[in-house]
C-alpha cells in the first residue's frame, strides 16, 4: 500500500489518504497531492474488534481479507504493514488531507483514520475533503475542485470519531444504535452510515439483513444472474457502499448454507472471481453470469414462515459484533431498534 507519487507539480509537502485505488489513480491523474495513501480495508466486512494499536488490527484485518477473499496471507500483511508504516510517519507532511465519500464503505475508514490521528494527537495540518459523490468517478478538473473545499478537522470531529470507532469496535452494539439516532452534524454522513450498518443485523422475524432481503426479494420477482442481483440490489441504497466480491460472498452464504435460500450458483464466489490473480475473464464470468432462483426454503423465509439464522448456523461480523447461534442480537428496520434473541 505505497503512498503512490505524482509529478514534481504537485505539493510535496502533502499526504492524501483515500479509499481505494480507483480515487488514488484520479488524485494521481489530477495532481492533487505528491504522496496518495489509498486506506482500501473492507471494514463493513469481518471482524474489527476494540484492540489498541493499528497494527494489532490490521494483523487481524489482513488475515480476514486474505482468507476471506483467497489472497495470499503474505501479500495482504504485507500491504497493511507498508499503509501502517507510511501513517505512522504523518510528522514528515505538514498537511494531510483526508478525501472520503458519503457511503458506509468509506465512513467507517474515515472513523479509523480520525480515530488513529486521535490516538496520536495530531490535529495541525489535518484536512478532511467530505465527497457526496464517488471519487473513482470523478475526472480531473472536479478532483482539483474538490481540492479547493478542503476544511480542517476540529477537536468536535476527532471527538466524535473516537466515539463512534469505539461504538464500531465493541462487541455489542447498543452503543452503536445510540449514536446512529443521535445528531452528529459534525460528521454529516456518519447517521446515515451507522444506520445502514445495523440494517446489516438480522431482522427480528425473517433473521435476514436488509442485503439478504433486497436479494430475496429480487429473486421473488424471477430469474437473475449474479451479476444482475450485483446491479439491481445495489442500485437500492441511497449511498452504494457493496463491492461485487463483498456482495457475492453474501450470495455464497444464502446459497451454501445446511439450507439454503437460493440456488444455481456454480460454487463458491472465491474460486471464480479471479483475485488469486491465477484465474480471470471467464471464471468471473461464469460466476457473474450464473442464473439464480428461490429455494423453497427461501420462500418461506421470505414469507415470513421461516428464519434463516434459525434454518442455518450462520454467523458474521458487523464490526467488533460477533452475529453467531450464540450471540444473536436483531435489529427492527422498522423501529429503528435492536431485538435481543428470544
Known amino acids: 500500500m505505497k503512498a503512490q507519487k505524482t509529478d514534481g507539480a504537485s505539493r ?62 503474505d501479500e495482504v500483511g504485507a500491504e497493511f504493514r507498508e499503509r501502517d508504516a507510511t501513517v505512522r510517519r504523518h510528522a514528515c507532511f505538514p498537511r494531510i488531507e483526508i478525501w472520503l465519500e458519503h457511503d458506509l464503505y468509506d465512513q467507517l475508514q474515515l472513523l479509523q483514520i480520525l480515530d488513529f490521528f486521535r490516538s496520536e494527537r495530531r490535529l495541525e495540518g489535518l484536512y478532511l475533503v467530505q465527497a457526496d459523490d464517488y471519487l473513482g468517478r470523478q475526472p480531473a478538473d472536479a478532483m482539483r475542485r474538490l481540492a479547493g473545499s478542503a476544511q480542517p478537522v476540529t477537536e468536535e470531529q476527532l471527538a466524535l470519531a473516537g466515539e463512534a470507532w469505539s461504538a464500531f469496535t465493541s462487541p455489542t452494539p447498543h452503543a452503536l444504535a445510540g449514536l446512529a439516532e443521535r445528531d452528529v ?86 474460486a471464480y472471481l479471479g483475485l488469486d490473480r491465477r484465474s480471470v475473464g471467464e471464471h468471473y464470468a461464469e460466476f457473474a453470469r450464473a442464473p439464480l432462483r428461490l429455494t423453497k426454503a427461501g420462500r418461506a423465509v421470505l414469507a415470513g414462515r421461516a428464519d434463516h439464522r434459525v434454518l442455518n448456523r450462520v454467523d458474521h461480523w458487523v464490526g467488533g459484533v460477533h452475529v453467531s447461534p450464540a450471540a444473536l442480537i436483531r435489529y427492527d428496520r422498522a423501529g429503528g431498534h435492536l431485538v435481543a434473541q428470544a
Open 12 to 73: 510535496t509537502d502533502t499526504l492524501v489518504i483515500t479509499n481505494g485505488d480507483s480515487a488514488a489513480v484520479r488524485l494521481e491523474e489530477a495532481g492533487v497531492a505528491r504522496s496518495i495513501l489509498p486506506w482500501r480495508d473492507v471494514l463493513h466486512d469481518g471482524p474489527v474488534p476494540a484492540i489498541s494499536g493499528l497494527e494489532r488490527l490490521s494483523a487481524i484485518r489482513a488475515a480476514f481479507i486474505a482468507a476471506d477473499l483467497g489472497l495470499s496471507a
Open 185 to 270: 452534524e459534525a460528521l454529516p454522513h456518519l447517521g446515515p452510515a451507522l444506520r445502514r450498518l445495523l440494517a446489516e443485523l438480522p431482522d427480528p422475524v425473517r433473521g435476514l439483513t436488509l442485503t439478504e432481503e433486497r436479494t430475496l426479494d429480487r429473486l421473488a420477482e424471477g430469474e437473475a444472474t449474479s451479476g444482475e442481483l450485483f446491479r439491481d440490489v445495489t442500485r437500492q441504497e441511497d449511498a452504494q457502499f457493496l463491492g461485487d466480491a463483498s456482495f457475492f460472498r453474501r450470495l455464497d452464504g444464502l446459497a451454501f448454507a445446511d439450507r439454503p435460500l437460493i440456488e444455481g450458483l456454480p460454487g463458491p464466489s472465491q
